[in-house]
Every structure is written in structure tokens, then in C-alpha cells.
């Protein structure tokens, strides 16, 4: 670790409060989708399950959308108080994608989200449901925006740098937005976003059905969800591949941190554990395979992987967390791949519902993609370094020239007392409404709980006399 100077200190801070911030879009952009499913559903059936079980999700969306603004809004402060500098020379390509943001996505988000929430006894029912389909668009078209201007951090083009003015100058929009690493980005946190929510879906679904509760509502989410994750886990394992074929052609070091390679070579092994040594360039403990990592990078076991040492020292990032990270995120992609196709098996044994094992696997990995989200992210963000805009721009001169290390240090203390209390306070109201559930159907009755079902128990009938068999 280096000494815990200012450029560290700031890094460890905006590290810290964009971890927190993240957790809460990756959330709203899956849940947004999910509850447009939903109520077109209910537009299409009458049903009464699909309304109640959109106002109960609905709830927790609304909980994670409203903490995601607030912490994002102190990211935008930190721009301008620790990292001056490197707003002042990005600031020309940057600053316009980030209003776009604003003006393209916050706003409709913002102008539908009160009809959204309260406007089920105000507005029509297909009003409604277009205000659920626009805030859950904005999501979609708020990450287009924040991911393209990362991603030209990642990989910048179609603007230089003017040495005269000393900023970045924008050559082509068009460039600037659809660089080289953005549609691989974009999609692959969209999917990663979607799935992390249909784990949540899935988790807080399964643990009403082993508990025994609102196992009428739950049914009905938790097979949307497995069906998520089914197609979802897959896809995310396709877009990661085809991403990380654009990080080698466009970022080799970090290709070579997240494998531990120190040496240009072919058949590059995939290495399971190992213990990196920067100082001495080196693995300690080293658990490999021979040749897959080059059959997995280049899809040639042949294939020539970049090692650290085609670098200085200098210009390498912090090996041990780029490695360990990205273990696991692919250690998780690859458990989320499990229980899709678990799933696939028990529902095609019409066991989906009944499969107590499954159900617990469930409950255990609720927050998991959320970890797998911040996995990849340490992997994105540390492998970059030691550049804050890839090539050209260092960290070191990005920093603002007037802060000190007290102030920096007394602003990450602050931090994380203050977001520990809404951290918290955000977990006590989630586990809250949890805990209360969705409003029970008055014209279903709930059927024992899953320990004591059967394929093909008949629910006690309906007022207007109509049963529902379920398996």
C-alpha cells in the first residue's frame, strides 16, 4: 500500500462513496423493468395478484431510487473539491455528457416518478403504465450517458488534448460517446444491473415461500425472476468475454493484472490462487492451469496474454485487488449460471415450487449481485490506474492543488459515519417492508407453507367460486 497521501486519501474517499452510490442505480434500473413486466400483466389479465404485487416492489424501488439521488449528488461535489484538476482538463468532454444525463434521463425521471408512485387512483390505467415504462427508460438512458463518459475515461477518442488552452478539446461527439469500450460497458452493466435485481427478486420471493407467506404473490415473482436469471446469467458470461476482448486490445495491463501474468507469453495459465508480489514481480502459492488463460483471452490456447512487466513499475496498477476482484466477480457470474439452470431443471420437473433446496440457494444470494457489481467495478477502476483518463492523463495531476490531508481525512471520517447511519437506515426500512410484505389478496387464500406442498394442491376457491391449481 502507499503512504496515505492526499491523491490516496481522495481516492479512498470517492472509492468509498461511489461503492455506496452504485448499489442503489443497479438496483432501480432492474427493479424499474421488473415492475413495467408487471404491470403489463395486469393490464393484460385483470389479475389482482399482478397490481398488489407491483405496489409492494414498487415500494422498494422507490426506497433505492431516492437514496441513489442523494448519494449521487455528493459525487458531483468531489469533482470540484478534490479532483479540480482533473475537472478543469476533462471538463470540455466530459461536462456535456454528464447534463445530458441530466436533461435526458434525470429529468424524465423525476416528471414521472410522482405518477409512478402515487398516482394509481389519479390518472388511468395505460397513463400509468406509460409513466412506469418512461422512469424505467430513464434508467436505461441515464446509464447510456454515465457509462459513455466513463468509458472515455476507460478508452478516450475523438478528442485532444490542447496544450495552449491545457484541457481536452471534443473532436467528434460522436466519437467521444460511442468509444471504443462503450457498447461493451454499457452492455454488460445493464445486463449485470437486471440480474442483480432479479436475485433480489428471486431471494426476498424464495424466503416468503419457505417462511410460508404471501406464497400467492411470491409464486408469481419468484418464477419471473428464475426466468431472469435463467437468460440473464448466461448472456452477462457472453457480454464479460466479448469486454474483456476489448480491454486486451485496448488496456493489455490491466488484462495482465487481472490474471497475475507477469511475463509476455503463450499458453498463459489461469491461475485459481496465488498471492501477487509487485515488489518482486512475481506469484507466491500459485494454483494454474497451463494454456487457458490464453484459450480464454484470445480463444486460441496459443494466444500471446500481455504481462506487467511490458511496463514500468511505475505505470502498472495495484495488482492484488485487480486479480482477487476479479475472482469474484467470475466466481459469482458462474454460481448465478448454477442456479438458472437449476432452475431450468426443477421447473421442467414441475418441482420449481416445492424445491426447498433451491429456494435456500435463493435466500443466500439476494445480495450477491450486488457484490459481483462492486467486484467488477474494482476490477474497471483499479485496473485503470495509475490514469484517471487512460494514457494521458495520471491521477497524481488530476488531483485539486489546494487540498490537504487533513481536510481529506476529516471529509472521509464524516463520510463514513454519516452514509453508515443511511446505510443502515436504508437496511432497516428494506427489512421493514420485508417483514410487512405485500398486501394480502382478500380473494386468495394462502396455502400452508412450502414444506407441506404438493404439485397439483388445489388453493381453496375464490369468492366467485373458481379454484387455482398450482404446481
Known amino acids: 500500500m502507499p503512504d496515505a497521501d492526499v491523491v490516496v486519501l481522495s481516492r479512498l474517499q470517492f472509492a468509498f462513496t461511489i461503492s455506496f452510490h452504485i448499489i442503489f442505480p443497479a438496483l432501480t434500473i432492474g427493479l424499474s423493468g421488473f415492475l413495467v413486466l408487471v404491470e403489463a400483466f395486469w393490464l393484460r389479465t385483470g389479475d389482482e395478484a399482478w397490481r398488489r404485487l407491483y405496489q409492494f416492489w414498487v415500494r422498494l424501488f422507490a426506497l ?30 466530459l461536462g456535456p455528457l454528464m447534463a445530458y444525463e441530466v436533461l435526458t434521463a434525470f429529468f424524465m425521471e423525476a416528471g414521472f416518478l410522482g405518477i409512478m408512485l402515487f398516482g394509481w387512483n389519479k390518472v388511468g390505467p395505460r ?5 412506469t415504462c418512461l422512469v424505467g427508460a430513464g434508467t436505461v438512458v441515464s446509464a447510456f450517458w454515465i457509462l459513455s463518459a466513463n468509458s472515455w475515461m476507460q478508452t478516450p477518442a475523438g478528442a485532444h ?10 473532436d467528434s461527439w460522436v466519437a467521444v460517446i460511442f468509444n471504443p469500450s462503450f457498447p461493451y460497458r454499457f452492455t454488460h452493466m445493464v445486463a449485470a444491473a437486471y440480474l442483480t435485481s432479479a436475485l433480489a427478486i428471486a431471494g426476498i420471493s424464495a424466503g416468503y415461500l419457505l417462511a410460508g407467506k404471501h406464497t400467492v404473490l411470491a409464486r408469481k415473482s419468484y418464477s419471473i425472476a428464475l426466468w431472469a436469471i435463467l437468460i440473464l446469467a448466461p448472456l452477462q458470461i457472453f457480454l464479460g468475454d466479448q469486454h474483456g ?10 488484462v495482465a493484472a487481472m490474471e497475475a501474468n507477469w511475463d509476455r507469453q503463450a499458453r498463459a ?3 485459481f490462487f496465488a498471492i501477487p508480489d509487485a515488489k518482486n514481480e512475481t506469484n507466491h502459492y500459485e494454483i494454474s ?9 484470445t480463444h486460441d490456447i496459443d494466444g500471446i496474454v500481455p504481462g506487467l512487466k511490458d511496463v514500468p513499475k511505475q505505470d502498472r496498477p495495484p495488482v492484488g485487488i485487480v486479480f482477487w476482484s476479479f475472482r469474484v466477480m467470475v466466481g459469482l457470474g458462474l454460481l448465478f449460471l448454477l442456479i438458472g439452470a437449476w432452475s431450468a431443471v426443477s421447473r421442467w420437473r414441475g418441482t420449481l415450487e416445492t424445491d426447498k433446496w433451491l429456494m435456500r440457494l435463493a435466500t443466500l444470494s439476494t445480495p450477491l449481485g450486488l457484490v459481483a457489481i462492486l467486484a467488477g467495478w474494482y476490477v474497471a477502476e483499479v485496473g485503470r490506474q495509475p490514469f484517471t483518463v487512460y494514457g494521458h492523463l495520471r491521477t497524481v495531476d488530476s488531483i485539486s492543488p489546494v487540498v490537504d490531508v487533513g481536510a481529506v481525512t476529516t471529509s472521509l471520517i ?11 437506515a436504508y437496511l432497516y426500512y428494506v427489512s421493514k417492508i420485508i417483514r410487512v410484505g405485500p398486501k394480502p389478496l382478500d380473494e386468495y387464500a394462502e396455502p400452508e407453507a412450502i414444506q407441506g406442498a404438493r404439485p397439483g394442491l388445489v388453493l381453496p376457491p375464490r369468492k366467485d367460486g373458481e379454484g387455482e391449481v398450482y404446481s
Do not use: C
Not at 397513463?127 to 409513466?131: D, G, I, S, T, V
Not at 488534448?161 to 471534443?170: K, L, R, S, T
Not at 492451469?289 to 483471452?297: D, H, M, R, V
Not at 464524516?414 to 443502515?424: A, D, H, M, Q
Open 64 to 93: 433505492s431510487f431516492g437514496m441513489g439521488v442523494v448519494s449521487g449528488i455528493v459525487l458531483e461535489y468531489e469533482f470540484g473539491t478534490n479532483w479540480a484538476e482533473f475537472s478543469r482538463i476533462v471538463g470540455p468532454v
Open 127 to 131: 397513463l400509468h403504465f406509460l409513466a
Open 161 to 170: 488534448f490542447d496544450a495552449a488552452a491545457g484541457h481536452f478539446v471534443p
Open 245 to 254: 476482448l476489448n480491454v486486451l486490445e485496448h488496456q493489455p495491463v490491466k
Open 269 to 271: 495459465p489461469i491461475i
Open 289 to 297: 492451469i497451463p494454456g487457458i488463460a490464453s484459450l480464454i483471452l
Open 414 to 424: 464524516v463520510f463514513l459515519i454519516v452514509y453508515g447511519g443511511l446505510f443502515g
